[in-house]
């Protein structure tokens, strides 16, 4: 066995973080490695908060018939104070047939029993949610070659500006592309997967425009334009955004459910535009709406450069919201 | 005697040389026939008064379709230059003359298919041993395709073919300069206030009141201004239009009063077509055979499913244009109020569009500045362009509306 003794699994693995889909994949993978150790291994999962220590010293005691034991806990910052004490115990000299593995949000809550497993040793995994877009392009490029392909930091930025940063859906978006293809993907193979989503774009670059976004609204224009989305319902769409945030805020103050029916709107896109109508005045509504009407003529076929022509409107619809008290 | 070209209103000169040309093709007719000529146009025996292609210009209203059909009447009248009464006038005038064909696009655009079957009819020798005449309305709408298929039979005519091209203008965006080349040019003027009305009481029986006040408010569209003073559902929407500038109080007031200016185009519309779709559309399934059984049917009703589908695609088509010409319709409207408020506050000597919205114009006038009028009406008269220049009806008048509230 003095071979595998290499392979021998870490006795007790700390998935640190929030990040449901990163967290759920840690586990797995301690899961398997204890598996790959003892095909036969006994494979137990519990939520910590449910747990007493005298189940888990039952679950920690050696087994009658030997064989390794994975004992999975999970959601660790709820457990009780006598099960912290009893699991740090049990750190300091773990068994080496039996692999715990404890997820924990990694939050203050249950701060103490993270640093302690930390402090007793325990292999940390972060799972955390991805910060800034960095990550979330090394999160794509990584999943795909997981899957066995290949693509650049251009592919990767394009899918995300297509499919959005729910690490869920992006991995969901990279085993379709993958299982659709030889694993070469570019980013035109995005862009033809992701078309379709031509609203979802438009109403992005409106969004981060109304709130005065400019480099948010820029950012997710020049990603809609790379993968493919016409320009057409871009400019519309930021032509809906400032005509909801107008009569939005044009109606008043008054409960979302109340305004709904007059404004023709639902309640949550009613809620959203009050909270986008701060910062506007009726004078700058206007010179948005014309911003966005010009936009339109020249997205028709009035101008030679339609990406231009959505740039400057986006920037001129932000700049009016800056300019309120101009005129 | 009310000949064809009594219906042009203040058009004295382009009557003349349309007199003088269909006094010419007349010569050239009887000259064939009579076996003294080649009987072409062009010919120098007739000093060129006679041509194969024209173009009538002039703004809308201005009677450029009027003309050309009744030019068309004239060369088909048995008794002279136009009469009126004969056969060969009265058919040309109810649409019905076999050699008469009149282009009418449904559509935004005429296309190259349509194009080139017609060329191809135009150029039979005419059953009524005249001319055949070739109407098209609205040639700026022609495509490029059609306008090439046009202008190959306008470069090489067949001898009795005549075609008559109707535009707003003779700028390059209305019509090809190589067609234009090709072609004389009948210019026709706006024809004056007082022009329309005398007409409308002379023609149609309006009471001079009634009509003076239609043909200000028509701004030279004799059509326009005779729906205005017969028509109490256009009266009523144009009134509706001009409590616009009243209702402007504020961004969201603009928001509604754009749509309900949207919604009203799009009823005016629906209702102009309505009729006219259910006619077509009951004409093709009794041509269809449609309900019918037995052998065959089934692969005919196959085939049928796409004609009427084809039939909707162009139904959709002239929906859209009727909603557009609605909407411009009601943009002209009021531009002339913002023009009316723009002349009174230069006092400029010149007479008001809308008699009836005088007060309210004067009221503006006292509060605005000329510069913020002539913003408003800058406004409107953009926001036509952007309409024509295929911007979402919707957008082009929301952002109408809030300048206007703006000024
Ligand atoms: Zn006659």
Not at chain 1, 157 to 178: K, S, Y
Not at chain 1, 249 to 268: C, K
Request: aromatic share 4%; net charge neutral.
């Amino acid at each position: 066995m003095a071979d595998v003794a290499s392979a021998n699994p870490a006795p007790i693995v700390l998935v640190l973080g929030d990040e449901e889909l990163l967290a759920t994949r840690a586990v797995a993978e301690a899961v398997e490695r204890g598996r790959a150790a003892d095909p036969g291994a006994d494979v137990r999962e519990y939520e910590a908060g449910a747990l007493t220590p005298g189940e888990v010293a039952e679950m920690l005691s050696p087994s009658l018939f030997g064989g390794r034991r994975v004992l999975v806990l999970r959601a660790g910052q709820d457990a009780r104070k006598d099960l912290v004490t009893a699991l740090l115990g049990y750190a300091k000299n773990p068994d080496p047939d039996v692999t715990l593995v404890v997820a924990h949000a990694g939050g203050a809550k249950g701060k103490a029993f993270a640093d302690g497993l930390r402090a007793a040793g325990a292999t940390v995994v972060p799972a955390g949610k991805l910060k800034g877009h960095r990550e979330r392009v090394a999160f794509v490029r990584d999943e795909i070659r997981r899957g066995g392909g290949r693509c650049t930091d251009d592919t990767a930025e394009a899918l995300i500006a297509a499919v959005g940063t729910d690490l869920r859906e992006l991995a969901a978006a990279c085993a379709q592309l993958l299982a659709d293809t030889d694993g070469k993907i570019g980013a035109d193979t995005v862009a033809r997967y992701y078309r379709g989503r031509a609203e979802v774009s438009g109403f992005t670059v409106a969004d981060a425009a109304m709130i005065g976004d400019v480099p948010g609204a820029l950012e997710a224009l020049r990603w809609a334009l790379h993968v493919g989305v016409d320009p057409v319902p871009i400019a519309d769409a930021l032509a809906d955004g400032v005509r909801t945030v107008a009569r939005v805020a044009a109606a008043g103050r008054g409960s979302p459910f109340q305004l709904a029916s007059s404004l023709g709107m639902p309640a949550w896109k009613i809620e959203k535009a009050q909270q986008r109508a701060r910062g506007w005045t009726p004078e700058a509504l206007v010179d948005a709406m014309h911003a966005a009407a010009e936009c339109n003529a020249a997205v028709k076929g009035g101008a030679d450069d339609r990406g231009y022509a959505l740039e400057r409107a986006v920037v001129a619809v932000a700049a009016a919201r800056q300019g309120s008290a101009r005129r | 005697m009310p000949d064809v070209f009594a219906e042009l209103v203040g058009q004295d000169d382009a009557v003349e040389t349309l007199r003088r040309a269909a006094r010419a093709a007349a010569a050239l007719v009887a000259a064939a026939d009579s076996g003294d000529g080649v009987g072409a146009p062009g010919d120098a025996a007739v000093g060129g008064a006679m041509t194969h292609a024209w173009i009538f210009t002039g703004p809308p209203g201005s009677g450029r379709s009027v003309a050309a059909r009744a030019f068309a009447a004239a060369l088909q009248c048995h008794r002279g230059t136009g009469c009126g009464e004969c056969p060969g006038c009265h058919t040309t005038l109810a649409g019905t003359h076999a050699d008469v064909r009149l282009v009418v696009p449904e559509g935004l655009s005429i296309g190259v298919a349509d194009m080139r079957a017609l060329v191809l009819r135009a150029a039979s020798t005419p059953s009524g041993g005249r001319w055949q005449v070739v109407v098209i309305e609205d040639a700026d709408r022609l495509t490029e395709g059609a306008g090439n298929a046009l202008l190959k039979a306008i470069e090489e005519p067949p001898p009795r073919t005549v075609f008559l091209l109707c535009t707003p203008s003779t700028h390059p965006d209305d019509i090809s300069v190589t067609i234009r080349s090709r072609c004389r040019v009948v210019a026709l003027r706006q024809p004056s206030a007082d022009a329309v009305a005398s007409v409308l009481t002379s023609r149609d029986g309006v009471p001079a009141d009634v009509a003076g006040w239609a043909a200000a408010a028509a701004q030279g569209h004799v059509g326009r201004a005779k729906r205005l003073a017969g028509d109490p559902e256009a009266r009523k929407r144009r009134d509706a239009v001009l409590a616009v500038p009243r209702r402007l109080t504020g961004v969201g007031a603009a928001f509604d009063a754009a749509s309900a200016l949207i919604e009203a185009a799009e009823a005016e519309a629906e209702a102009a077509v309505a009729e006219l779709d259910a006619s077509e559309r009951a004409a093709l399934q009794t041509a269809l055979g449609a309900g019918g059984t037995g052998r065959g049917a089934a692969s005919a009703m196959r085939g049928a499913a796409g004609q009427i589908k084809d039939l909707e695609r162009r139904q959709k088509s002239r929906a859209t244009r009727a909603q557009r010409d609605a909407l411009d319709r009601a943009l002209v409207d009021l531009a002339g109020f913002y023009r009316d408020v723009l002349t009174l506050s230069m006092r400029a000597p010149v007479a008001p569009v809308h008699t009836d919205t005088a007060a309210l114009a004067s009221a503006a006038a006292e509060k605005w500045s000329p510069e913020a009028t002539l913003r408003r009406l800058e406004a409107v008269l953009a926001c036509r362009q952007a309409i024509q220049a295929n911007v979402k009806p919707r957008i082009a008048v929301e952002s109408m509306m809030l300048a206007l509230w703006r000024g």
